[in-house]
C-alpha cells in the first residue's frame, strides 16, 4: 500500500526517496509565489529546498498564491499532504525521487484581502512568478504590454479594491507597504519570456498609471524586477505519473512531479531588499541575463516549437518518439544549426554547438513522458516569442526562413485541427476558435493566417516572408507533412 506523503510519514518515505534534512515546521516565509504548478516546483521550490537541506536562510519559505480558480484545485491538493512535493528526477538510466519542502502555505484562490495582507508583511521580500507566457498581458504582435486587456481594465477600474490578476494583486501589496513606510520587496519573474524583468515592470507600471500616475512612478523608481533565465523540462503531471510514483516508489502524492534531471537558473543580481544565498545551490548570478535568456529562449524552446507540430500532425504523442523519428529529427537538427543558431549572439563561456547537442539529448530523454500536446499548447502566445523573432532577425540580415516559415505553417496546419491521417485535434489554445477559422480559410489563401497581424506583426507585411511561409504550406497541403519534411531535409521545399 503506498504511503500517504506527509511530514508525519517522513521516516517511512526515506525508504524510498530523499526526505528534506530540515524542519518544515521551523521555516519562516520570505517569497510568496504567484503561481504554484509544475514547473515552479520542478525549478524554484527545488533549489530552495537544496539550500534549506545545506541548513542556510530557513527564513526564505515559500508561500502560494493563485490567480486562476483552477488554482484552488492545486491548493486543496498539497494542502492534503502538508504543502509537500515529490520531484522525480529523470534521465535514461536512473530515476531519483526527493521529498521537497520549501512551500509552508497557500492563501485560498480567489481571497485578494488575505493576498494583500500576506505581501504587505515586511517579512516577504521578494514576490515571485510562474504564471505562463500568456499570463503577462502581451500584445501578440508589438511584445508590449496591452492595458486595453479587460482583466487589466477591471483591475483599473476598480482601483484594487479587489484585484483578479497577478500585477493588481502585486500593485495592491506595494501600495499597502508605501503607505506604512515599509521597503518594497523584489519583484522577480520565472517565465520564459525575453527580459522577463522588464516585461513584468511593463505589466506592474502600466496597470499602476491606467489609475494612479504618480504610485506608478513610485512603482517604477523604488521597486526592483530582475531579469532571468530558467529551463528544465517539467511535462503535465496525469494519472501515469501518479502510478509510477506508487508502483516505483510506494508514495501516494496527489500531485507530484516528474521532470529531467538538468535543470539551470541565471539570474540578475539586483534584489535590494535581500535574498537567498542561491548561488550556493547552482543558480548563476550575472550583471546580464540577455546572452543567456536569448540562447535559451531562440534554441530550446524554438526547438521545442519546430518538433511539436509537425509531430502533432503524424500522430506522435510522445516527445521522445519524435526525437526517434528522423524526419523530425532531422528538421530540428537543419533547422537550429542553419537558421536558429547562427543569429543567436555569443553566450559568455557558453558553445552554442555544445548547447544544442545538450538540447537534442534532453529532447530525446525517454524516462520524461512530456507529451507533443503539451509543447503544440498555446502557439499563439509562443510563436511571437519563439519563433518569429528568429524569423524577423534573419529577413533584416537578408538571409532565407524556409525553415522557420515551415514551423509556422506546420502551426497552421494544426490549427485546422486534423492530422495527417484525419484525427481530430482537440482544441489546444486560449485563441482555438479563432486559430481555426483562419486555418481553414488558410488551406485556400496562406495570407489569410499572416492576416493575424496581432501575431505575425510586420512579418505579415514582409514578400520574402509571405513567400516562404506560403510555399510551406500549400506543400504540407499538397504532399502531407512527412514529404513536406523529407523535401526540406534535402534541399528542395
Known amino acids: ?125 521578494i514576490v515571485s512568478l510562474t504564471i505562463t507566457e500568456g499570463g503577462y498581458y502581451i500584445d501578440p504582435a508589438t511584445q508590449r504590454f496591452d492595458p486595453t486587456h479587460p482583466d487589466i481594465a477591471a483591475d483599473a477600474k476598480d482601483r484594487l479594491a479587489a484585484p483578479k490578476t497577478a500585477f493588481g494583486l502585486i500593485l495592491a501589496g506595494l501600495k499597502r507597504r508605501r503607505d506604512a513606510g515599509t521597503r518594497p520587496f523584489t519583484v522577480m519573474s520565472c517565465d520564459n519570456i525575453p527580459g522577463n524583468g522588464h516585461v513584468t515592470q511593463n505589466a506592474v507600471v502600466g496597470l499602476a498609471e491606467l489609475f494612479d500616475h504618480a504610485f506608478a512612478g513610485w512603482v517604477r523608481n523604488n521597486v526592483a524586477f530582475p531579469n532571468g533565465m530558467v529551463d528544465r523540462i517539467t511535462p503535465a503531471t496525469t494519472d501515469r505519473e501518479r502510478d509510477l510514483l506508487a508502483k516505483d516508489y510506494g508514495i501516494a502524492d496527489n500531485w507530484p512531479v516528474f521532470c529531467e534531471n538538468f535543470r539551470q537558473w541565471v539570474l540578475e543580481d539586483n534584489f535590494p531588499a ?121 529577413l533584416r540580415a537578408g538571409q532565407s526562413v524556409t525553415g522557420l516559415a515551415l514551423v509556422s505553417a506546420f502551426w497552421c496546419r494544426y490549427c485546422y485541427g486534423e492530422t495527417d491521417s484525419g484525427k481530430v485535434i482537440p482544441p489546444n489554445d486560449p485563441s482555438w476558435n479563432r486559430l481555426n477559422q483562419e486555418a481553414r480559410r488558410a488551406r485556400s489563401d496562406p495570407k489569410a493566417w499572416l492576416g493575424m497581424t496581432d501575431i505575425f506583426g510586420d512579418l505579415a507585411r514582409d514578400p520574402a516572408y509571405i513567400a516562404a511561409f506560403s510555399h510551406a504550406l500549400d506543400t504540407i497541403w499538397s504532399i502531407g507533412t512527412k514529404a513536406t519534411l523529407e523535401a526540406y531535409l534535402v534541399g528542395k521545399l
Open 274 to 394: 535581500g535574498r537567498p544565498a542561491l548561488e550556493r545551490v547552482g543558480v548563476q548570478f550575472v550583471k546580464d541575463v540577455a546572452p543567456f535568456e536569448h540562447m535559451k529562449i531562440r534554441v530550446l524552446n524554438g526547438g521545442h516549437a519546430a518538433i511539436a507540430y509537425p509531430a502533432g500532425l503524424l500522430d506522435i504523442h510522445f516527445v521522445h518518439e519524435a526525437m526517434a523519428h528522423p524526419l523530425i529529427r532531422g528538421f530540428l537538427e537543419k533547422l537550429e544549426r542553419e537558421e536558429i543558431i547562427p543569429i543567436v549572439p555569443p553566450v559568455p563561456d557558453t558553445s552554442l554547438t555544445d548547447y544544442y547537442e545538450l538540447i537534442e539529448r534532453r529532447f530525446s530523454n525517454p524516462k520524461i513522458g512530456d507529451t507533443i500536446t503539451r509543447l503544440c499548447l498555446d502557439g499563439s502566445n509562443r510563436q511571437p516569442k519563439f519563433i518569429l523573432p528568429s524569423a524577423a532577425d534573419r
Open 1 to 125: 500500500m503506498p504511503i500517504e506523503l506527509s511530514r508525519g510519514a517522513f521516516k517511512e518515505l526515506s525508504e524510498t526517496a530523499a526526505i528534506p534534512s530540515y524542519d518544515p515546521g521551523s521555516l519562516k516565509a520570505g517569497i510568496v509565489h504567484i503561481g504554484v504548478g509544475n514547473f515552479h516546483r520542478a525549478h524554484q521550490a527545488v533549489y530552495l529546498d537544496d539550500l534549506f537541506n545545506l541548513g542556510r536562510d530557513h527564513d526564505w519559505a515559500l508561500v502560494g498564491v493563485g490567480v486562476r480558480p483552477a488554482d484552488e484545485a492545486m491548493r486543496q491538493k498539497l494542502m492534503a499532504q502538508d504543502w509537500l512535493t515529490t520531484v522525480v528526477e529523470q534521465e535514461a538510466a536512473a530515476s531519483h525521487a526527493r521529498v521537497t519542502a520549501p512551500m509552508i502555505d497557500h492563501l485560498k484562490v480567489g481571497d485578494a484581502a488575505a493576498t494583500i495582507a500576506r505581501l504587505a508583511d515586511p517579512a516577504i521580500r
